[in-house]
């Protein structure tokens, strides 16, 4: 079946780094467009990134726009996420998830992103 594991997250200070992961299986991961998508606390579900199959483009939320960069390994069935310049509206707990329809695609059990100091 379908699974998405996603780690990497902690807690860090505004300005720091994280690099998060999200292994995937079950399926053929190098045909699937993927994307990072977040949630804070009494908030909805947020778009964040995607990242085609190929990796060819890449699309990013302009909230976090030259600060974010999504990459994938296809052949490690892995995708990344490098966060620079965590702000705390950075904080939420982050899915990587399946497909064009982020919102109801398949989706991994998330890690939790806290920036404050």
């Known amino acids: 079946q379908v699974q998405l594991v996603e780690s990497g997250g902690g807690l860090v200070q505004p300005g720091s780094s994280l690099r998060l992961s999200c292994v995937a299986s079950?399926?053929?991961?190098?045909?699937?467009?993927m994307n990072w998508v977040r949630q804070a606390p009494g908030k909805r579900l947020e778009w964040v990134s995607t990242?085609?199959?190929?990796?060819?483009?890449?699309y990013y939320a302009d909230s976090v726009k030259d600060r974010f960069t999504i990459s994938r390994d296809n052949a490690k069935n892995t995708m990344f996420l490098e966060m620079n310049n965590l702000e705390s509206e950075d904080t939420a707990v982050y899915y990587c998830?399946?497909?064009?329809?982020?919102?109801?695609?398949?989706r991994g059990q998330g890690t939790q992103v806290t920036v404050s100091s």
């Open positions: 998830a399946r497909g064009t329809n982020w919102a109801t695609g398949a």
């Open positions: 079950g399926f053929a991961f190098e045909l699937w467009k």
């Open positions: 990242i085609e199959s190929d990796g060819s483009k890449t």
